[in-house]
């Protein structure tokens, strides 16, 4: 039924659109026109089979099979084809060639018709690599954006996500039609690749995800005394530096200590990425010491509880080294779960089809958890090898794992599709 030699033959295809010079790796970023050549080769391949294709203003390309109740709502699945910088053929692309195959079997059946409609959607710019927030496609469809906002979100060089639209042509004045009515949806399922080693470690052949971990970012600025290193003896100095490494190690105690034995569940993760020294001078003391938090969790209250206990640590030991300690809230999302009916639907489905899956817990985002607000919404994840390597050139998955991973979704949609809707 699923044809590996056209799930590797798109794989290709896809990898051609890309903007790297220096031949590593894949660079697709959104709202691009390496990106827009993506979504055009979708498109032409999706019109061949009979679907009504467009792209709206949010750059989101949506391919619409009709069902035979031509007024019952659509049941949808599909990815994001953008890229970070330097990455893999497969983050995103899997999930479209996913759907796209799930196309391709359609027009080949001569049996039972579906009754509701199939729309396969590719979402723009779903990686933070470009303008610093993920899911600006999906967004768009749950009305989290407007005109004004995609203004105030730009690139390194200084480009709005706004006038970046306009450039392609798009026009994100006018997103009245990019926004998804949720009693148009009946249910959207990505497929997606894992990003790490779970899966491929466990044997599993896919997972069901269940939670999208959550973030809370906070900001540090540790103060003490920049002195001459020379001339400032050790037991008076107050080094921001020190002060702040202090933190930073008893921070990863904290995350350790939490840190679950089930490899499926990542737990709480805390992160420092980004660190600044001020004066910066090899002979001087350092007087400012600012980093970044990045707590990842699975339960809200265990995630909030860390961000307060870390803001108590990171004041205690700056107590303890006379240091002044400043901390803020940069942002937080809470973890999100999916929903339970559909990730029934989809360990039912995999029961169908003789694999073995198990539940999980995604630790990035996906345009599924922003979808959910619409409709209810999945992820089955397939293994990623390599160690789970992903937004890099060695990212990998098996296009038989692939092809186990279309089957799943294959049957849920085929048992989405005679369940009665909502109201209906
Ligand atoms: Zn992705």
Redo the contacts with the bound molecule.
């Keep these: 039924m699923v044809n590996h030699e056209r799930l590797r033959r798109y794989l290709k295809q896809f990898a051609t659109f890309n903007d790297n010079r220096d031949d590593h790796g894949v660079t697709r970023l959104g709202y691009t026109l390496q990106e827009r050549q993506a979504h055009a080769f979708f498109s032409r391949e999706m019109s061949k089979l009979g679907a009504q294709v467009y792209s709206d203003n949010a750059g989101n390309t949506i391919a619409e099979f009709a069902g035979t109740r031509s007024t019952a709502p659509a049941l949808a699945c599909g990815?994001?084809l953008d890229s970070v910088e330097h990455a893999g053929r497969f983050?995103?692309v899997a999930g479209v060639i996913a759907a796209m195959e799930i196309a391709h079997i359609r027009a080949s059946e001569t049996e039972t018709a579906w009754n509701h409609p199939l729309k396969i959607v590719v979402f723009a710019t779903?990686?933070g690599a470009r303008f610093g927030q993920a899911c600006v496609g999906s967004r768009i469809a749950a009305r989290l954006h407007t005109s004004e906002s995609l203004s105030q979100l730009s690139d390194a060089t200084g480009i709005s996500a706004f006038r970046a639209m306009q450039e392609l042509g798009l026009n994100p004045n006018d997103l009245a039609a990019a926004q998804w009515q949720p009693h148009e949806w009946k249910a959207f399922i990505e497929l997606?690749i894992e990003q790490g080693p779970s899966l491929d470690k466990s044997g599993f052949d896919a997972g069901i995800v269940s939670t999208i971990s959550g973030s809370t970012r906070l900001s540090f600025t540790f103060t003490g005394v920049a002195s001459h290193s020379g001339g400032t003896p050790m037991r008076i100095r107050r080094d921001a530096l020190a002060g702040a490494a202090e933190f930073l190690v008893a921070a990863e105690e904290y995350a350790l200590q939490r840190a679950p034995l089930d490899f499926l569940d990542p737990g709480l993760r805390i992160t420092t990425g980004q660190l600044s020294v001020e004066p910066g001078g090899i002979t001087t003391i350092p007087g400012v010491c600012t980093l970044s938090v990045d707590i990842r969790g699975v339960v809200d209250t265990v995630q909030q509880e860390c961000a307060h206990d870390l803001m108590n640590l990171a004041h205690r030991i700056a107590n303890h080294r006379q240091l002044e300690c400043t901390c803020h809230h940069v942002s937080e999302v809470l973890p999100e779960h999916l929903s339970a009916d559909v990730q029934q639907v989809l360990h039912d489905a995999a029961h169908v089809c003789g694999t073995r899956v198990c539940t999980m817990v995604s630790g990035?985002s996906?345009d599924a958890q922003i979808i959910q607000r619409i409709c209810p919404s999945g992820i089955v994840f397939i293994p990623s090898l390599n160690g789970g390597v992903s937004h890099s050139p060695h990212e990998l998955s098996r296009v038989s794992d692939l092809a186990t991973g279309v089957k799943i979704l294959y049957s849920a949609l085929r048992k989405l599709d005679t369940l009665q809707d909502c109201g209906g």
Excluded: I, P, R
Aim: hydrophobic share 10%.
């Design positions: 990815s994001h983050d995103g779903e990686e997606h990035a996906h």
